[in-house]
C-alpha cells in the first residue's frame, strides 16, 4: 500500500507539471490570455439592428469576439425574467417577498442549496420592487420556487436568451452561461414592449453597380404583453435611481438597467436601455480568473 501510495502520488506530481508547462506554453504563445478582457453590444430594440460591437480590448492581439462567441455566467443581469414571470402571473412591485432563510434540497441528490445575499444580511419582508433594486438573491430564489422554475427559463427563452439554460435554481441567480449579445437582444425585447426582434448586422450587400445581392429584413416576434414590460422597466429604472446600477445617473437619461458580478468577481456586467437603445458590456478575464475583490 505505501508503494502504491507512493506511485500514486509522484504520477500526480507529473501530471501537475505536465498541466502547469502546457498552461505556461500555452500564455506565451497567446499572452493576450492574461489581460483584463471586455466586451460591449448596443442594438435597437424592436428591430434587432446592432449599432456598435467590440468584442475584445485589442484587436490586433486576439480577433476572439467575446460579444457574440464567449459564454461566461451571468451573475445577477439574469434576474430581471425571474420578476418578468412573476409580473405576467399577478405579482406586481408592491407584492411582499421574505428575505430570511432560505434551502433548496435537491430531490435527487439530497445536497442542500442556501443563497446568501450580497451583503450576508437579512431584511425581512421586503417588496418586489426593492428586491430587484437591490439584487437580493434570497428574496429572488424564493420567488423562482413560487413561479416555478420552468416558467422562468422559458421566460428567458423567449426574450431571446438562446443559450441553453441548467434547469437549477442557482440559474436564476446568475449560474447559467451566456453570451452578451443574448443578453442586450433580451433587454431589448422588455424595451420593446414585448418584441423580440433577431439580432442583425446589416441591412444589405451591394455589388460594384449597387446592385443589392444579399437583404435582410427585421424578424420580429410578439413574445410578452407590454404591461409587465412597462412594470419591470420601471423597477428596472429604479435600480439606476437608487439601486445597484446608481452610477448610471451620469449618464443623464431614464435609464433601465441591471448590474451583474459572478462568485469571485471573474464578470462583471451592465446591461440596459433607454426607448430606442439597449446595450451591453462585459469585463473579465479569458481565464475566468478573480479580478479581485469588490470588482463589480
Request: glycine residues 10%; negative net charge; contains cysteine.
Amino acid at each position: 500500500l505505501t508503494v502504491n501510495s507512493t506511485l500514486i502520488r509522484l504520477h500526480q506530481e507529473a501530471a501537475n507539471r505536465d498541466v502547469a508547462a502546457g498552461l505556461e506554453a500555452c500564455l506565451e504563445r497567446h499572452p493576450e490570455m492574461t489581460d483584463i478582457q471586455m466586451a460591449f453590444v448596443s442594438l435597437r430594440p424592436g428591430t434587432g439592428e446592432i449599432t456598435a460591437m467590440v468584442g475584445g480590448s485589442s484587436f490586433r492581439k486576439t480577433q476572439f469576439n467575446r460579444a457574440v462567441q464567449a459564454r461566461r455566467q451571468s451573475g445577477s443581469v439574469i434576474k430581471p425574467f425571474v420578476y418578468l414571470t412573476a409580473l405576467e402571473n399577478g405579482f406586481n412591485g408592491s407584492s411582499i417577498i421574505m428575505d430570511t432563510v432560505y434551502e433548496y434540497r435537491d430531490p435527487q441528490t439530497g445536497a442542500v442549496w442556501r443563497p446568501g445575499n450580497y451583503d450576508n444580511k437579512f431584511r425581512g419582508p421586503v417588496t418586489l420592487r426593492n428586491c430587484l433594486e437591490d439584487s437580493l438573491n434570497v428574496p429572488t430564489a424564493k420567488l423562482v420556487e413560487k413561479v416555478g422554475l420552468e416558467a422562468f427559463l422559458e421566460t428567458a427563452r423567449k426574450a431571446g436568451i438562446t443559450s441553453t439554460l441548467p434547469p437549477y435554481p442557482s440559474t436564476a441567480l446568475g449560474a447559467g452561461e451566456v453570451t452578451l449579445i443574448e443578453l442586450v437582444n433580451a433587454f431589448g425585447s422588455i424595451a420593446a414592449g414585448g418584441l423580440r426582434a433577431r439580432p442583425r448586422l446589416y441591412y444589405s450587400v451591394m455589388d460594384h453597380e449597387d446592385r443589392v445581392v444579399l437583404k435582410t429584413d427585421p424578424e420580429i416576434t410578439e413574445v410578452f404583453s407590454i404591461e409587465p414590460c412597462c412594470q419591470l422597466t420601471s423597477i428596472l429604472q429604479g435600480a439606476v435611481q437608487h439601486g445597484t446600477c446608481w452610477r448610471a445617473k451620469v449618464l443623464g437619461q431614464d435609464v433601465a438597467a441591471k448590474t451583474g458580478t459572478t462568485d469571485d468577481y471573474t464578470n462583471a456586467w451592465f446591461v440596459g436601455y433607454v426607448p430606442d437603445l439597449a446595450a451591453g458590456v462585459w469585463v473579465g478575464f479569458d481565464l475566468n480568473e478573480s479580478m479581485g475583490h469588490g470588482e463589480t
